[in-house]
């Protein structure tokens, strides 16, 4: 049955307008998204289809590709999926204090800030925080990424950025796309190197937070 042969009561965009989004189940917020089916499907069967094969979780790992082939061939949908995953794990960084007024003060809050971005990344990411006097995020550069190691991540890129951009502090954050978040001897070793560096510029490195698919852990120095 096509969407537009169901009781007009019955149909998610009706659902949503009359009730509110929170009414609709999954299937139906990404029927909408969708916006249509075919002889065989309607937007709400594909979309039941698709949730029950993946889950929400794992539409956001498949490629353009993979999706297309999901959509049999379809080149559109894919890409209405792709930027949907990618605006709610935006929006989910700006909700949990990403880029607001709110100040870092542990290694959980960096977590929240960057979970949605970095725990399905297939590569080791490195990144810092800038922070202000306050411990308030002025933003978020990437410094390396590839399989990380101590020659990668130079002392010369991280504090560039920060003296660049007057940061107070900065914090360390990089994944593990392992599900093990425990930080290796490597970890370790890069974090001290990178600590002496900040002593002599006068630039504190407040944390160096681990973030994986299973959780996160903190190398932490001080908030303080």
Request: charged residues 30%.
């Amino acid at each position: 049955m096509l969407i537009k042969e169901m009781p007009f009561y019955n149909r998610p965009s009706y659902k949503l307008v009359e009730k509110g989004s929170a009414y609709l189940d999954d299937a139906e917020l990404l029927a909408l998204i969708i916006n249509s089916g075919d002889k065989k499907e309607n937007a709400i069967d594909l979309s039941n289809r698709l949730l029950k094969k993946y889950n929400l979780h794992g539409l956001g790992n498949l490629s353009y590709n993979e999706l297309k082939n999901e959509f049999k061939g379809d080149k559109v949908k894919p890409t209405k999926i792709m930027s949907l995953i990618e605006l709610s794990k935006r929006y989910s960084k700006l909700t949990k204090g990403g880029y607001n007024s709110k100040a870092i003060s542990s290694a959980k809050d960096v977590y929240d800030m960057l979970v949605d971005e970095m725990k399905d990344y297939k590569k080791e990411v490195f990144k810092i925080i800038l922070l202000d006097t306050k411990n308030k995020p002025i933003c978020v550069k990437d410094i390396s990424i590839g399989t990380l190691n101590s020659s990668l991540v130079h002392p010369r890129e991280v504090f560039k950025e920060a003296i660049k951009e007057s940061a107070n502090s900065i914090i360390l954050v990089h994944n593990h796309p392992t599900d093990d978040p425990t930080p290796s001897n490597n970890d370790l070793e890069m974090t001290r190197r990178l600590a002496k560096s900040a002593d002599i510029l006068g630039i504190k490195i407040l944390d160096h937070v681990i973030i994986s698919k299973k959780g996160y852990d903190s190398i932490s120095i001080s908030y303080t």
